[in-house]
């Protein structure tokens, strides 16, 4: 099975793609047991599934407060075009701001995890940005792909890439 077609159980027996945090019949967030890649170290893999769910729940100060080191490392990748040209972000604060500049342009964005592996020192990370322009309105659906270091219960660095190969490769990993 691939990892775009993982499926899992909903509190109502039916079947529905995993989306964290927006159960569209009302029950709780699905979290993926398993991605493709293999076996993964269920800690560092459930702590940024946590870190996605808390965002979709509760916004980016809860995360920042709940999931992410206080030196928290960003680098954006294919989103420093919508942020003025910053490729690199470092600390909570400059974080949640950028997240606020981001929300303005977009509104209140969700995230919807397709696919996790455990790599070398870092969890590769394939999620779906689903969103609506405030001003436009016109929607967002764009995927992206993570590299994420998990430091204790605190995600420490956040890569972010356009293409898969290239973020299984920071990770260790290949198809």
């Known amino acids: 099975m691939s990892a775009l077609s993982q499926w899992t159980k909903s509190r109502s027996g ?25 076996a993964m170290s ?3 893999v459930e702590v940024i599934l946590h870190a996605f769910e808390a965002y979709n729940g ?46 303005s342009l977009l509104g209140r964005f969700m995230m919807e995890v397709l696919d996790t592996a455990e790599g ?18 016109a929607g967002v659906d764009q995927r992206f792909w993570y590299a994420m270091r998990v430091e204790g219960d605190r995600v ?7 293409n898969r190969a290239d973020a299984l490769e920071a990770v260790g990993l290949s198809e």
């Open 14 to 38: 039916e079947t529905d793609a995993v989306d964290l945090g927006v159960d569209r019949r009302g029950g709780h967030a699905a979290i993926p047991r398993r991605g493709i890649l293999g």
């Open 42 to 44: 269920q800690e560092n």
């Open 58 to 103: 509760h916004g980016a100060r809860t995360v920042a407060r709940d999931y992410w080191h206080p030196d928290i490392e960003w680098d954006v990748g294919p989103w420093a075009v919508a942020l003025g040209g910053q490729t690199h972000w470092r600390g909570r604060e400059q974080a949640i701001a950028n997240f606020d500049e981001l929300e």
């Open 120 to 137: 070398r020192d870092e969890v590769f990370v394939e999620a779906r940005l689903h969103g609506e322009g405030l001003e436009s309105g």
């Open 156 to 162: 420490r660095r956040i890569r972010i890439f356009d």
